[in-house]
């Protein structure tokens, strides 16, 4: 089992910045990726970005160049920075692992974070 807490969501005007945080606790050894999903009303959750337990990170085109998602593994904890943010970027976002155990694979979720973009 593999616990998710998310931090950091908030509201803030366009063009401002926001950090997302999401210490993972549990059975930490056996997460292989991590990343970030958003669900805006009436919308279908989408990948924003993620990173494999070996660093290869991949992101929305929608994102790229505005977010960068990051890692400590001291904390065990995954980043998602996100500026030049957008109305359209408002969404809950989720944070999410995957975990592979004798050759089964998991998935968990966090609890969501309200992002609100102002225009």
């Known amino acids: 089992q593999v616990q998710l807490v998310e931090s950091g969501g908030g509201l803030v005007q366009a063009g401002g910045s926001l950090r997302l945080s999401c210490a993972a606790s549990g059975s930490i050894f056996s997460i292989n990726a991590m990343g970030w999903y958003r669900q805006a009303p009436g919308k279908q959750r989408e990948l924003v970005a993620r990173?494999?337990?070996?660093?290869?990170?991949n992101y929305a085109d929608s994102v790229k160049g505005r977010f960068t998602i990051s890692r400590d593994n001291a904390k065990n904890t995954v980043y998602l920075q996100m500026g030049s943010l957008k109305p359209e970027d408002t969404a809950v976002y989720y944070c999410?692992?995957?975990?592979?155990?004798?050759?089964?694979?998991?998935?968990?979720w966090g609890q969501g974070a309200q992002v609100t973009v102002s225009s």
């Open positions: 990173i494999t337990s070996g660093g290869t990170t």
């Open positions: 999410h692992a995957r975990s592979t155990i004798v050759g089964l694979t998991y998935d968990y």
